[in-house]
């Protein structure tokens, strides 16, 4: 039977994070605990006075190979290994003159920094670690012996615990700390395999791994009945994952999950063209406007369907400023994600006090390549995240009548807006923002008909006479299979269409927007969401 309470006598520690490390070996050693450690590590705590054998002084074999090989080690190894009161295990630690290791204190290598800020495939390599997950492994397959501490978040409860017990560790939190580290080590892992898969140009590797750290624990999943937790890949791309919390409450499952589309979605307009804003409900776009300044530019997002906007998230593509935040405030909002915001408007967003604001530093690339997955019964599914752009693509025109410069401008913003709404979409827009969403529709004639709806509704809304969709480009994330999608576009006023292409009816719906008088233009890119 396990024994629940360790005593610690001997530590082996090794780590690239020597936050907390120091008062941590301080608590270690007041209890009279034999500190073995590696390197810099060694240097760290030798520097401060307290004891610390090298690591070459226990295994009796030097550090070699620019330090790939220090702790593979039989002395390590089976002081990690052995099982304490398991008489074959002590007569083979006598037999070799192994003493058991009580502690370890190891974080790995930073490949995942390394990754993150661009590093060379030779530097990438080199941060590779070998020995700090043979040890992690070995210490957590024998914890009911053996503490394995792989988090500096870590060393303040267990320097509480060994306080309380005498310099003990209990078997839960052995076992837990097991948990973590095993996890620790896959995470690793994940991220340098599928690093090498990238380097390789492997789009599906026969085995795909991934892992993620707990950022927090959530109240409850997309339901109050469903668990959830909000895990950090290491990916830098600016988001709601890497964002500071400058104001508001937690965040919840769906909060997290429409905020990352609504940030996603504002990075499409380049922020040096125009101030841009986002408005998201339920991971769709409810509203989108380009404008002179992110006020101007939110006033006309809203416009779009503020009835959808309340209880939504607005992204915006530039810094906050103070008089964009007194609009956004006006209507209850769950969440506002932005590149920077200055003080007085992070004042004024202050004032309510549930509203979150997440700042971000910067914005995603929208060309950017990176790993999208969603899970299924029994396995998930990985694709290359939707890079492609609308001013990147070569527009074919298919009518007789080419689109102007204000229409293909429209269509062009209209395209950006369709890529992130889910599928069947339709976006009508009309001078820089949207005026009709329809989206996640089962048939894409019925999209086109709610847009329509929504943008009488919005006009009505605003005090207009006639729909905001008259005069406006229509824009569709996949091809029209029959024209009758085109011709709703059509009754519903708008003068100009963009749509991938490749139907079979092609023909049919060219020779409709034809009659109508449309003009019409083919990406050769779908932008399915599902």
């Not at 303040?156 to 080590?185: N, S, V």
């Not at 499409?268 to 769709?284: L, S, T, Y």
């Not at 989206?439 to 086109?448: E, H, L, N, W, Y």
Request: hydrophobic share 45%.
């Amino acid at each position: 039977m396990p024994v629940d309470q360790r005593k610690i006598a001997r530590a082996l520690l090794s780590v690239s994070d020597k936050a907390g490390l120091v008062d941590f070996a301080r608590a270690l050693a007041g209890h009279g605990v034999e500190l073995v450690s590696t390197g810099g590590t060694r240097k760290a705590l030798a520097d401060v006075g307290l004891a610390v054998k090298d690591i070459a002084d226990l295994t009796q074999f030097p550090e070699m190979m620019d330090g790939r090989l220090k702790t593979l080690h039989p002395k390590v190894h089976g002081g990690l290994l052995a099982i304490r009161e398991n008489p074959e295990h002590e007569a083979a630690m006598l037999a070799h003159d192994i003493r058991p290791i009580d502690l370890l204190v190891v974080n790995l290598y930073p490949f995942e920094a390394t990754l993150a800020k661009g590093g060379a495939y030779e530097e990438c390599v080199e941060n590779i670690d070998i020995g700090g997950p043979a040890m992690i492994r070995a210490a957590s397959k024998n914890h009911d012996d053996v503490a394995v501490v792989v988090d500096p978040a870590d060393y303040a409860a267990i320097a509480a615990e060994m306080a309380a017990t005498g310099g003990a560790t209990l078997l839960a939190t052995r076992r837990r700390l097991a948990q973590k580290a095993f996890a620790r080590t896959a995470a690793y892992d994940a991220a340098i395999s599928n690093w090498l898969a990238q380097e390789l140009g492997e789009a599906s590797p026969p085995v795909r791994a991934f892992g993620g750290k707990l950022s927090e624990p959530m109240r409850y999943g997309e339901n109050p009945h469903q668990a959830a937790g909000f895990y950090l890949t290491g990916e830098a791309r600016p988001g709601v994952a890497t964002a500071r919390q400058a104001q508001g409450k937690q965040l919840s499952y769906n909060n997290v999950n429409d905020t990352d589309a609504a940030f996603e979605c504002v990075a499409e307009f380049d922020p040096a063209r125009a101030a841009a804003v986002v408005i998201v409900k339920h991971a769709n776009p409810c509203g989108v406007a380009e404008g002179a300044s992110l006020e101007a530019a939110y006033l006309k997002a809203l416009r779009c369907d503020p009835v959808s906007a309340f209880g939504g998230i607005v992204a915006l593509n530039r810094k906050l400023d103070a008089q964009a935040a007194r609009e956004i405030v006006k209507v209850f909002t769950e969440v506002i994600i932005a590149p920077d915001a200055e003080d007085e408007a992070i004042e004024i967003i202050g004032a309510k006090k549930n509203l979150r604001l997440l700042l971000t530093g910067g914005l995603p690339d929208p060309r950017a390549h990176g790993l999208a997955f969603r899970s299924v019964a029994g396995g998930f599914l990985a694709q290359s995240r939707d890079s492609a752009v609308v001013d990147d693509m070569e527009l074919k025109v298919v009518t007789k009548r080419a689109p102007t410069a204000q229409e293909l401008a429209d269509l062009k913003f209209a395209y950006r807006v369709v890529k992130h709404a889910k599928s069947n979409a339709i976006v009508y827009a009309k001078d820089g923002a949207t005026v009709g969403i329809g989206a996640g529709q089962m048939s894409r004639v019925d999209s086109s008909r709610i847009a329509a709806h929504k943008a009488g509704e919005a006009a009505a809304a605003a005090g207009f006479a006639e729909s905001l969709a008259k005069g406006s480009v229509v824009a569709s994330d996949a091809f029209f299979p029959f024209a009758d999608g085109l011709l709703a576009a059509a009754a519903a006023g708008a003068t100009a269409v963009i749509q991938p292409g490749g139907s079979v009816k092609d023909g049919d719906v060219i020779a409709a927007a034809d009659e109508k008088g449309l003009a019409m233009v083919f990406t050769g890119v779908r932008h399915f969401r599902h």
